[in-house]
C-alpha cells in the first residue's frame, strides 16, 4: 500500500498493527488464509486530518520506543534463564554435585572429566528398549479415535486418542527429525501414565525409577556423534544403544542429582515465567496505547517529548517492570 498524498503511512501502520485478529477473521481459505485487495481496501480505520495523523506518529513512536526497550531486556533475561537451567541441569549429570570429589578422564572428548567412582559404559547397560512395543498411527486412524490419552511422537505429544499402549513412567528418546541436530526443543522427555507411542520415538525403561535423571543425560548429550543421515537425521536404536554415558554407580546418587535437577528447574521457571509474563502485559499495554491514540480516546495533539530523557535509566525501567508485572 502506498499512502496517498499528505497521508502518513506510519500512522496506518499502527492501526493495522492492532487489527491483526480482524482482518484474519476477513481472510478466506481452507489451507491457508488470503486477504483480498478488495477486502483490505474496504477495510475502514478511523482517519483524522494529517497534522494530527503526524502527531500521534511522533507519540507512539517514542512511547512504543521506551515499551520495547522493557521487552527487549525481558526477552535478554529469558534467554539468560535458558542458558543458566541448561548449564546448571549439564553441570549435574555430567560432574556431579559435589565440587571437591576427586575426578578422572572419562576418555570422551566432550565429556572431558567426571567424578572419579562414576562408572562409563553404553546406556544400553542401563535401560530396556521397549521399541517392539511401539504402534503407530495415521492421522486419519486418530481422526476416528479421539480421546484422552496423548499420544507422542518424536517430539512430544502430537495428539489425544481413546487407548494405550503403555501404563507405566518410562522415558522417550526421538528417533528421527530435524530437531535432533537442531536442539530446537527436548528429544529426551520422561511420559507418565496412560498414553500411546508411535515409531518415531525409542521407548526406555532405566534401571531405576530415576527417570528425569536419565531423560537429562541423554538430553545433553553430543547427538551429532550418533546420528545419521543430513536430509532426515536419524537415531537408530543401535545407535542411541550405544551411546556412551558418565552416572554414579548408585541409584541413590542419581536420585539426589535428580533432586537438584528438579528444584533448579523450579526456581527458574518461576522466574523463566514471570519475564514472560511481564512481555505479554507489556505487549497488551503496547497495543491498548496503540489503540487509544489511533482512536482518539487519548489526545496527543499538544504532545511534547520530556526535555530531560534521561529520566527514563535504569531506576524507571525497573519502575517500568514493577507496574508490568
Known sequence: MVPQKGIHGLYF??????????????????TFLELSGDELSAFKVP???????????????????????????????????????????????????????????????????????????????????LDG?????SSEERGLRQGDYPYYGASGVIDRIDGYIFDEDLVLVS??????????????????????VNNHAHILRPVDANLVFWAEVIEHQKLDLYVTGSAQPKLTSEALSSMIVATPPSS???????????????????????????????NERRSALISAAVTGKIDVRNWQPPADESAFDEEGRQAGLEVAS
Open 47 to 129: 482517519s483524522p486530518n494529517p497534522i494530527e495523523q503526524r502527531a500521534i506518529t511522533i507519540f507512539l513512536d517514542h512511547e512504543t520506543a521506551k515499551i520495547d526497550a522493557l521487552i527487549q531486556e525481558q526477552q535478554r533475561l529469558i534467554a539468560l534463564l535458558k542458558e543458566k537451567r541448561q548449564a546448571v541441569i549439564s553441570h549435574a549429570v555430567t560432574k556431579g554435585l559435589d565440587p571437591t570429589v576427586p575426578m578422572k578422564d572419562s576418555g570422551v572428548e566432550w565429556l572431558g572429566e567426571v567424578p572419579a567412582h562414576w562408572e562409563i559404559g553404553p546406556i544400553k547397560f542401563y535401560v530396556e528398549f
Open 252 to 282: 541413590e546418587e542419581r536420585r539426589c542429582i535428580e533432586q537438584h535437577i528438579l528444584e533448579k528447574t523450579v526456581e527458574t521457571d518461576n522466574m523463566y515465567q514471570g519475564a514472560q509474563e511481564s512481555v505479554r502485559l507489556l
Open 175 to 196: 528417533e528421527d527429525g530435524a530437531n535432533l541436530l537442531a536442539r530446537s526443543s527436548r528429544v529426551a522427555f520422561v511420559a507418565r501414565g496412560k498414553y500411546w
Open 133 to 137: 512395543r511401539r504402534i503407530p498411527l
Open 13 to 30: 501502520a499502527y492501526i493495522l498493527s492492532i487489527t491483526t485478529a480482524e482482518l484474519n477473521n476477513r481472510g478466506r481459505g481452507s
